[in-house]
């Protein structure tokens, strides 16, 4: 059984920093892309990042240069480096299995996520 638990979320000021993780069990981690997606309060699920199994990453416009996707396959976990942290990125965070899709709904999340407040 798909296992993914997130965790790293809090409260920081805009342009402070946060570093997300997210173990997962049940499946053969190394074997598969890893995704990141949020949902901002009011809003659906946005796709953020993407690393596949060969390490190259995708990030959505708004994040790029912000943002860092990393896996370490001995740990079976996902992190998602986060700076220079806007308003605009408040949400709940969530690790997905598997690449980049199109679109996201509730049943594709396996995990509780973890939220982000970015306030001043």
């Known amino acids: 059984q798909v296992q993914l638990v997130e965790s790293g979320g809090g409260s920081v000021q805009p342009g402070g920093s946060l570093t997300l993780s997210c173990a997962a069990s049940g499946f053969g981690f190394s074997g598969w892309s890893m995704s990141w997606v949020r949902q901002a309060p009011g809003k659906g699920l946005e796709w953020v990042s993407t690393?596949?199994?060969?390490?190259?990453?995708d990030y959505t416009e708004s994040v790029k240069g912000r943002f860092t996707i990393t896996r370490v396959n001995a740990r079976n976990t996902l992190y998602l480096q986060m700076n220079s942290l806007k308003p605009e990125d408040t949400a709940d965070y969530y690790c997905?299995?598997?690449?980049?899709?199109?679109?996201?709904?509730?049943?594709?999340?396996r995990g509780r996520g973890t939220h982000v407040t970015v306030s001043s």
């Open positions: 690393v596949n199994v060969e390490g190259a990453k």
């Open positions: 997905v299995k598997g690449p980049r899709r199109r679109t996201y709904d509730t049943s594709d999340l």
